[in-house]
Protein backbone atom coordinates (compact mmCIF):
# COMPACT_ATOMS: atom_id res chain seq x y z
CA UNK A 1 0.00 0.00 0.00
CA UNK A 2 1.59 3.55 -1.08
CA UNK A 3 2.37 6.35 1.86
CA UNK A 4 -0.07 8.27 0.02
CA UNK A 5 -3.11 5.79 -0.07
CA UNK A 6 -2.57 4.92 3.77
CA UNK A 7 -2.71 8.71 4.37
CA UNK A 8 -5.77 9.03 2.55
CA UNK A 9 -7.55 6.15 4.55
CA UNK A 10 -6.15 8.07 7.60
CA UNK A 11 -8.28 10.96 6.70
CA UNK A 12 -11.11 8.90 5.70
CA UNK A 13 -11.36 7.45 9.26
CA UNK A 14 -10.90 10.27 11.08
CA UNK A 15 -13.66 11.93 9.35
CA UNK A 16 -15.96 8.85 9.83
CA UNK A 17 -14.99 9.07 13.45
CA UNK A 18 -15.34 12.81 14.14
CA UNK A 19 -18.69 12.59 11.45
CA UNK A 20 -21.59 10.93 13.96
CA UNK A 21 -21.90 8.20 11.20
CA UNK A 22 -23.12 5.06 11.45
CA UNK A 23 -21.57 3.10 8.37
CA UNK A 24 -19.80 4.44 5.59
CA UNK A 25 -18.70 2.45 1.97
CA UNK A 26 -16.00 3.79 -0.65
CA UNK A 27 -15.41 1.37 -3.60
CA UNK A 28 -12.79 2.28 -6.14
CA UNK A 29 -10.70 0.89 -8.77
CA UNK A 30 -7.71 0.85 -6.16
CA UNK A 31 -9.05 -0.25 -2.45
CA UNK A 32 -12.83 -1.03 -1.04
CA UNK A 33 -12.99 0.66 2.49
CA UNK A 34 -16.07 -0.32 4.70
CA UNK A 35 -16.72 1.57 8.59
CA UNK A 36 -19.17 0.97 10.12
CA UNK A 37 -20.28 1.38 14.44
CA UNK A 38 -20.85 -1.51 16.50
CA UNK A 39 -24.25 -0.14 17.91
CA UNK A 40 -23.76 -1.97 21.27
CA UNK A 41 -20.02 -1.49 21.90
CA UNK A 42 -19.01 1.63 19.64
CA UNK A 43 -16.20 0.40 18.53
CA UNK A 44 -14.95 1.20 15.04
CA UNK A 45 -14.41 -1.69 12.31
CA UNK A 46 -12.33 -0.75 9.24
CA UNK A 47 -11.84 -3.20 6.17
CA UNK A 48 -9.95 -3.07 3.28
CA UNK A 49 -10.31 -6.56 1.13
CA UNK A 50 -8.41 -5.43 -1.74
CA UNK A 51 -5.34 -3.33 -2.34
CA UNK A 52 -4.54 -3.53 -6.14
CA UNK A 53 -2.42 -0.68 -6.77
CA UNK A 54 -2.02 0.52 -10.90
CA UNK A 55 1.55 0.48 -11.71
CA UNK A 56 2.63 4.27 -11.19
CA UNK A 57 4.04 5.44 -14.67
CA UNK A 58 6.30 7.80 -12.90
CA UNK A 59 7.59 7.41 -9.34
CA UNK A 60 6.55 11.03 -7.05
CA UNK A 61 9.28 11.34 -4.50
CA UNK A 62 8.32 11.24 -0.96
CA UNK A 63 7.04 14.44 0.63
CA UNK A 64 8.68 15.78 3.38
CA UNK A 65 6.69 16.63 6.98
CA UNK A 66 7.11 20.41 6.58
CA UNK A 67 6.09 20.27 2.83
CA UNK A 68 3.02 17.75 3.55
CA UNK A 69 0.39 19.54 2.53
CA UNK A 70 2.46 21.19 -0.49
CA UNK A 71 1.81 19.13 -3.71
CA UNK A 72 5.06 16.96 -4.97
CA UNK A 73 7.19 18.65 -7.53
CA UNK A 74 8.62 16.29 -10.15
CA UNK A 75 10.30 15.68 -13.89
CA UNK A 76 7.90 14.68 -16.20
CA UNK A 77 8.09 11.98 -18.32
CA UNK A 78 6.12 13.71 -21.94
CA UNK A 79 2.84 12.64 -22.59
CA UNK A 80 1.66 14.64 -25.78
CA UNK A 81 1.79 18.53 -25.68
CA UNK A 82 3.64 17.89 -22.19
CA UNK A 83 7.63 19.35 -22.35
CA UNK A 84 9.06 17.40 -20.18
CA UNK A 85 11.87 20.12 -18.36
CA UNK A 86 8.45 21.20 -16.66
CA UNK A 87 7.50 20.41 -13.18
CA UNK A 88 4.34 18.61 -12.18
CA UNK A 89 2.22 19.96 -9.11
CA UNK A 90 0.49 17.00 -7.88
CA UNK A 91 -2.89 16.77 -5.59
CA UNK A 92 -1.48 15.82 -2.30
CA UNK A 93 -4.84 13.45 -1.64
CA UNK A 94 -7.65 12.78 -2.86
CA UNK A 95 -10.77 15.06 -3.42
CA UNK A 96 -12.40 17.35 -5.54
CA UNK A 97 -10.33 19.83 -7.75
CA UNK A 98 -11.14 23.63 -7.35
CA UNK A 99 -9.23 26.26 -9.40
CA UNK A 100 -10.83 29.00 -7.62
CA UNK A 101 -11.49 29.96 -3.79
CA UNK A 102 -15.34 30.12 -4.25
CA UNK A 103 -17.62 29.57 -7.51
CA UNK A 104 -17.53 32.65 -9.42
CA UNK A 105 -14.38 34.18 -8.20
CA UNK A 106 -11.36 34.03 -10.28
CA UNK A 107 -9.07 31.45 -10.80
CA UNK A 108 -6.03 31.04 -8.49
CA UNK A 109 -3.64 30.97 -11.44
CA UNK A 110 -4.31 30.83 -15.16
CA UNK A 111 -1.88 29.25 -17.86
CA UNK A 112 0.92 31.56 -18.50
CA UNK A 113 0.94 32.98 -15.36
CA UNK A 114 3.98 33.56 -13.26
CA UNK A 115 4.15 32.36 -9.64
CA UNK A 116 6.33 32.57 -6.73
CA UNK A 117 7.25 29.91 -3.36
CA UNK A 118 4.09 29.52 -1.16
CA UNK A 119 1.62 30.58 -3.63
CA UNK A 120 -1.94 29.35 -3.53
CA UNK A 121 -2.78 27.17 -7.23
CA UNK A 122 -5.64 25.35 -6.45
CA UNK A 123 -7.83 23.73 -3.64
CA UNK A 124 -8.70 20.34 -3.18
CA UNK A 125 -12.02 19.23 -0.99
CA UNK A 126 -12.63 16.24 0.39
CA UNK A 127 -15.97 15.63 2.73
CA UNK A 128 -15.54 19.72 3.26
CA UNK A 129 -12.07 19.76 4.60
CA UNK A 130 -10.09 21.84 1.80
CA UNK A 131 -6.17 21.30 1.26
CA UNK A 132 -4.76 24.67 -0.05
CA UNK A 133 -2.01 23.30 -3.10
CA UNK A 134 0.99 25.85 -2.78
CA UNK A 135 4.29 26.21 -5.13
CA UNK A 136 7.72 25.70 -3.97
CA UNK A 137 9.68 27.22 -6.41
CA UNK A 138 9.24 30.45 -9.06
CA UNK A 139 7.67 29.63 -12.23
CA UNK A 140 5.19 29.99 -15.56
CA UNK A 141 2.16 27.92 -15.38
CA UNK A 142 2.04 25.54 -18.59
CA UNK A 143 -0.56 23.56 -18.57
CA UNK A 144 -3.67 22.81 -16.10
CA UNK A 145 -4.08 19.38 -16.52
CA UNK A 146 -7.67 18.60 -14.36
CA UNK A 147 -10.77 20.76 -15.31
CA UNK A 148 -12.54 22.66 -12.48
CA UNK A 149 -14.75 20.63 -9.87
CA UNK A 150 -13.11 17.39 -11.19
CA UNK A 151 -12.54 13.95 -8.81
CA UNK A 152 -8.53 13.61 -8.26
CA UNK A 153 -6.47 10.87 -6.83
CA UNK A 154 -3.40 11.54 -4.43
CA UNK A 155 -0.43 11.74 -6.80
CA UNK A 156 -2.25 12.81 -9.98
CA UNK A 157 -0.87 15.66 -12.35
CA UNK A 158 -2.79 19.01 -11.18
CA UNK A 159 -0.75 22.03 -13.22
CA UNK A 160 2.48 22.00 -15.10
CA UNK A 161 5.20 24.71 -14.57
CA UNK A 162 8.39 25.60 -16.32
CA UNK A 163 11.08 26.84 -13.40
CA UNK A 164 12.46 29.53 -13.75
Known amino acids: MS ?18 WSALSIETLAFSLVLSSDTEGGAIAASVPRVAMQPSIASVPPVAAAAERDAVLAPISSPCGIDPTWLVMTAPNLGTFYRSPKPGAPPFVEVG ?19 SVTVE ?8 AVADADVVEGGQALIYLSQD
Request: proline share 2%.
Open 113 to 131: QRVEPGMEICLIEVMKLFT
Open 137 to 144: VAGTVRHI
Open 3 to 20: DQLARDLEIMVTLFQSGG
